[in-house]
């Protein structure tokens, strides 16, 4: 179940086009009986923690687990303390293209964006 600050959900959200995304690469992988997006931090990268994405269904059952336009996103235990209030995104733009973070919690992050501190 969701966080609530001042009746707000604090969660991991994700954008209507990085759903879109999402279920656009769950598609190439035949993955379309139910699309969920696994979110994790792992220790690694130049910041000390990196974000790790996987397109996947299937939900243990201590994940915080939020449908958000037609996408199952996951979240275990030990990653939601570093991406409460984290908004995923996807950029296709001339600076780059893939899957963006905005998280509030991150007190330092890389120039390539995929790793931060807290």
Known sequence: MPITKDGEDIT?????KAAEKIKYFASK???????GLRVAVKGGGCSGLTYDLQITAEATE??????QHGVKVMVD??????LV???LDFSDGLNG????FENPNAAK??????????
């Open 12 to 16: 991991v959200k994700i954008t209507e």
């Open 85 to 87: 209030g984290t908004t």
């Open 97 to 100: 293209k893939g899957f963006t």
């Open 77 to 82: 235990k030990k990653s939601y303390i570093y």
């Open 109 to 118: 992050a890389c120039g390539c964006g995929t790793s931060f501190g807290v």
């Open 29 to 35: 992988d035949d993955k379309d009986s139910e699309v």
């Open 62 to 67: 201590t994940d915080k687990v939020v449908m």
